[in-house]
Structures are given as C-alpha cells and as structure tokens.
C-alpha cells in the first residue's frame, strides 16, 4: 500500500545549524508531496508542496525536491532557528484521484539558541 | 478570511459514550476530511466528506461516523467510546474543484480537538 517513511527523531540541533529531515514514500501511481509542521498545542499548518517530479518546494526558508527515481521528498534548510523547533509530518496524497493524506510518523525538532 | 474552525477544543468523555465534534472548512472550500492523531503519531485518516456524502473511508470501524451539511460544515459521531479513541481529532478541508490544471489535493487543517476518554 502507499506509505510514508520519515527519519526517526527526534532530532536537536544548535541555531544556524543546516537542517535534513529524510523522507521516503511508497506509492503506485504519481502522488502529490507535502511538508507540514505542527506547533505545541495546535493543529497542522502546511509548509511546502510539490506535485510532480523534479519540482522543488520551498517556503520560509525551507525546501524540498520531488525526487521519482529515488522516492523521496528530503526537507531541508540552511540556518535554523529557535522558532523552528516543531513536529514536521512528510506526506502524500493523489493516489488515483484520492484526496486522502497518507502521514509518515513525524519528526521532533529542537533547536537550542 | 477564517480558516477551518473546529469545536470544541477539548473534551472529556466516559468509556461507552457517545461524542460529536463539528467542523467548520475555510471558505470556498466544499470537501472536508477527518484524521485521528494518537500522540506521538501521524495524523490517520478516518473519512472525506464531498457534496454531503462519505467519499471516502479510512480503516476505521463503523462506531466512526460523519456527517456534511449543506454549508459545507461537517460532523465527526464517535458511538460506544473506548479508551484507544483519546486523541487529537483534526478537521481538514479543501477544493474538489481546481481548475484545469492538476489538483495539488491541498489541505488545510483546523488546530483539533482533543478528546480524552476515561
């Protein structure tokens, strides 16, 4: 079935450091992948998109690329903040017209200052 | 512009009840989706709602059930609660139709309520 792996958290980093959370997925098909972040106490805000092969997402800072050949959707970002410290969620969606997001388990970032 | 809104915030429940939780899509949006997050985990999906009819349906027993009204609002009934059910409840929507161009399947997600069953 369509799966979603993300690298294994949680993960601590020092402010300004260069940020790589993997994310690989399983899927029949050409899903749609998305990056989305959830705060302590509140509900999930989406961070970037892409919906085809190639594209690269990126959105404050952050980025990632659609990448068929390898199945993978790695986030990244150069220089972290405090403020970035959060749960990042890999995802997918677009299996055979299907709207349904298909979660990986999610990451724990902290950032220290 | 409200986003998707969703009530209550938080909710405490015995074992054996019953709960509703209501949810409001932003606007312009018609479809409405339900996922389930245990803590610690990803976000599940437990059904879609579209033109006031279940689309779709995740892996989730029949005591699950929903709701779509005119308005594009939606309900989530939880029948004969059990303790497994404590979770963050999220409530996502989004537009069916997106133009021409491929949908992006885009959504956006209300901040949840968080049931707790004891």
């Known amino acids: 079935g369509n799966s979603v792996t993300q690298m294994e958290g949680p993960v601590t980093l020092s402010e300004e450091a260069f940020l790589t959370i993997n994310c690989t997925y399983t899927a029949t098909g050409y899903p749609s992948l998305f990056w989305y972040v959830q705060y302590p106490g509140e509900g999930l805000q989406l961070l970037l998109k892409?919906?085809?092969?190639?594209d690269k997402g990126s959105n404050k800072g952050f980025e990632a690329t659609y990448r068929k050949e390898t199945t993978s959707f790695h986030l990244e970002k150069g220089s972290v903040q405090v403020s970035d410290s959060a749960v990042y969620f890999c995802a997918l969606s677009g299996i055979q017209g299907a709207q349904k997001l298909v979660f990986g388990q999610g990451t724990r970032l902290t950032i220290n200052p | 512009d409200a986003g998707v809104t969703q009530s209550p915030t938080h909710l405490i429940k015995t074992r054996g009840q019953q709960v509703t939780l209501r949810c409001s899509p932003k606007s312009g949006h018609d479809t409405v989706s339900w996922y389930q997050q245990a803590l610690g985990q990803g976000p599940q999906f437990i059904f879609q709602y579209y033109e006031e009819e279940e689309r779709q349906r995740g892996n989730f027993p029949d005591r699950f059930s929903g709701h779509q009204f005119p308005n594009y609002s939606s309900e989530l009934n939880v029948n004969a609660l059990l303790l497994g059910d404590s979770a963050l409840y999220l409530c996502?929507?989004?537009?069916?139709?997106?133009?021409?161009?491929?949908?992006?399947?885009?959504?956006?997600f209300g901040p949840g309520t968080r049931l707790t069953v004891t």
């Open positions: 892409a919906t085809k092969a190639d």
């Open positions: 996502a929507s989004s537009s069916t139709f997106g133009g021409r161009q491929r949908k992006t399947y885009e959504q956006y």
